[in-house]
């Protein structure tokens, strides 16, 4: 919205209910400068030559971020184009969201090393959608036994060879998922703390005792919490505390979960908030490329090797139908099932996909919370949580067609 030797367009939004992280301000004035907050009043602010918008009483929140999103819009981010990353950006912003990290699913080396060359580029384009926040690696070092809807011909133990290469040769990656008690897998901790990366536990059969010497080495989040992890098991006649477990009982560790109402039922999802709390928790789609699409056949992952799945009953399937492989949720659907299934108070379930994650990725310096000098990322919408304007950086980046601009 700026143009080159003049001053930065000033945006006055009025007649917003608007979500900090403590309260509702209820008749409130937002008054952004270029790509910033700039001001935030409980009453009208006099600025002249600001364009104004007026919220029309809609709840004016700070953009959602979703950690952990493999596509949407038909497209995959392991498809090997620009396009594909470029359109599930844009498609997510339709459902308030403002920042992703594009996530991998196991895959060959080769694969691995074209996604992050792509992502680059994209990243380079992307204005029309959600901002990327760098890339999630989600594999190839899993346990077997819970490698999920992941492909099992890729899985294997942490190879210092390789993991090094792809962090020499992309500064892009800011998260990797992997399974603690693999071997090998501590020193790799070790490695991607060093590198300022951020090492969470997945598709995982380890018990407390690994997950404590896990976060001793760097691993501080519990990816896709319930999901392909071991809880509590028996090995002879002894029992032994899980991952789920672990996350618990360790106060540093954050977790993630998949709030579409069907990965998790209402009692886990109210578990899960009542001993990690909205500033432990944050929320994802973890969503494929069915996301925003009508239900029927898709692909996991890559067009070109991917699995084909079945969406049905608001999630992708397996073709058998035993197992979940992966979710078609969108940012807003996340919302509304913490609030209307699992009894969420409103500002706690804002906070679990905006400022909650914003801390576990960098970004709290000038993400997730609406305030004076942090990103003009907003979030419009109403009582059913149905998204009437998504705002990236001051630019507006998707409108519904009945709410008026300018």
């Known amino acids: 919205m700026n143009n080159t030797g003049k001053a930065p367009q000033r945006i006055k939004v009025t007649n917003a209910r608007i979500l900090t992280p403590y309260r509702i301000i209820p008749h409130g004035t937002i008054l952004i400068t270029g790509k910033t907050i700039t001001e935030i009043s409980e009453r009208d602010i006099d600025v002249p030559d600001a364009l104004e918008l007026d919220a029309g009483g809609a709840y004016v929140s700070p953009g959602f971020i979703d950690l952990h999103v493999h596509g949407g819009g038909g497209h995959d981010f392991m498809d090997g184009s620009e396009e594909a990353f470029l359109r599930i950006a844009e498609l997510h912003a339709q459902y308030g969201t403002t920042a992703m990290v594009p996530t991998t699913l196991t895959s060959t080396r080769q694969e691995l090393f074209n996604t992050l060359e792509i992502y680059e580029k994209a990243n380079a384009k992307n204005t029309a959608g959600a901002r990327f926040l760098g890339m999630h690696l989600e594999g190839p070092y899993f346990a077997m036994s819970q490698r999920g809807a992941q492909d099992p011909r890729y899985i ?124 432990r928790t944050a929320l994802i789609t973890d969503a494929m490329r069915a996301a925003g699409m009508p239900p029927g056949n898709s692909i996991l992952g890559s067009l070109h090797n991917g699995t084909e799945v079945i969406v049905e009953d608001g999630v992708a399937k397996m073709p058998d139908r035993q197992a979940f492989a992966g979710s078609v949720a969108t940012a807003d659907r996340l919302v509304r099932t913490m609030i209307n299934l699992a009894d969420i108070p409103l500002l706690d379930t804002i906070r679990m996909i905006s400022s909650t994650p914003a801390r576990i990725m960098g970004v709290a310096d000038r993400k997730g919370v609406l305030a004076p000098g942090k990103d003009a990322d907003l979030v419009f919408f109403d009582a059913d949580i149905s998204i009437q304007l998504t705002m990236v950086e001051g630019r507006i980046v998707y409108q519904r067609e009945n709410i008026p601009v300018f």
Do not use: C
């Not at 536990?201 to 519990?222: I, P, R």
């Not at 809880?231 to 029992?239: A, L, P, Q």
């Open 156 to 279: 294997r133990d942490p190879d210092p060879d390789e993991y090094q290469e792809v962090l020499a040769r992309s500064s892009s990656v800011t998260r990797w998922s992997a399974a603690p008690e693999l071997k090998g897998a501590l020193k790799f901790g070790q490695f991607l703390r060093s590198k300022g990366v951020l090492a969470a536990v997945a598709h995982t059969d380890a018990v407390y005792e690994e997950v404590l010497a896990a976060v001793e080495n760097g691993y501080s989040l519990a990816t896709h919490l319930y999901s392909a992890m071991s809880g509590v098991t028996r090995r002879n006649s002894f029992r032994y505390a899980g991952v789920v477990e672990s996350a618990y009982l360790l106060d540093q560790m954050d977790v993630e979960l998949i709030a579409d109402g069907v990965h998790l039922p209402a009692p886990l999802l109210k578990l899960a908030y009542k001993i990690k709390g909205a500033e």
